[in-house]
């Protein structure tokens, strides 16, 4: 892939894979309400079962959205086998997890889990059987959550094309391109890190 514009091109197809994972978690996070399953950090807790919007289609929508990041991620570096061993890796770390929550959901939710557990594959959506979220989506709420991700993922591309660049002629030579959405994603952050912080704007939905 010597060429510039093949080179570009395949960078920004790695780039729209991981910013469809990101997408995903974007609209899990703005349709989804509180304190409910899916959404955990800190152990497991629910107050409600998600079954509808993206959880309609798959179990786990939130891995899969982490799963295509890496994968846009591990292409852009044009190692060969190293899309291979993300997904491996993401497969078996996200089983071990999800197995744990499945657990947790099914003690909790009984046949309610186990309905809504037969009929929604685990990471794989299916593409009949839709339902629509019961809250409408808010970017309150999806930026609140997801600003962290919307921010890294620029930043890495950003990065690893630098470092890239460099493996490859040896100086430090930013693409234009990269550059400036690595400016725009770091300002973003930090635009969002106050808001969040400092002030009411993005709290509720």
């Not at 993300?86 to 657990?103: D, H, K």
């Not at 930026?143 to 660049?165: K, N």
């Not at 550059?179 to 106050?194: D, K, T």
Request: hydrophobic letters at 50%; charged letters at 20%.
């Amino acid at each position: 892939m010597g060429s510039p514009s093949l080179y570009r091109l395949w960078g920004l197809a790695c780039f729209a894979a991981s910013l469809a994972g990101v997408a995903l978690r974007v609209w899990v996070s703005g349709t989804v309400p509180e304190g409910t399953s899916g959404r955990n950090r800190r152990g497991q807790k629910a107050e409600s079962l998600n079954t509808s919007g993206a959880y309609s289609l798959l179990r786990h929508p939130l891995y899969l959205g982490n799963s295509l990041i890496a994968l846009g991620v591990a292409l852009f570096t044009r190692i060969w086998y190293l899309p291979v061993v993300v997904l491996l890796c993401c497969l078996l770390f996200y089983e071990r997890i999800a197995f744990r929550e499945e657990e947790f959901l099914e003690e909790k939710f009984g046949d309610e889990f186990r309905e809504w557990a037969a009929r929604t594959p685990a990471l794989f959506p299916k593409l009949r059987g839709y339902r629509p979220p019961p809250l409408p989506f808010s970017w309150r709420a999806a930026l609140r959550r997801e600003f962290y991700a919307i921010s890294e993922v620029v930043v890495v591309f950003f990065l690893l094309d630098l470092i890239g660049r460099f493996s490859a002629r040896g100086v430090w030579t930013p693409d234009p391109l990269w550059s400036s959405l690595g400016i725009l994603a770091i300002g973003f952050f930090i635009v969002i890190r106050v808001l969040k912080k400092h002030t009411a704007l993005l709290k509720g939905r």
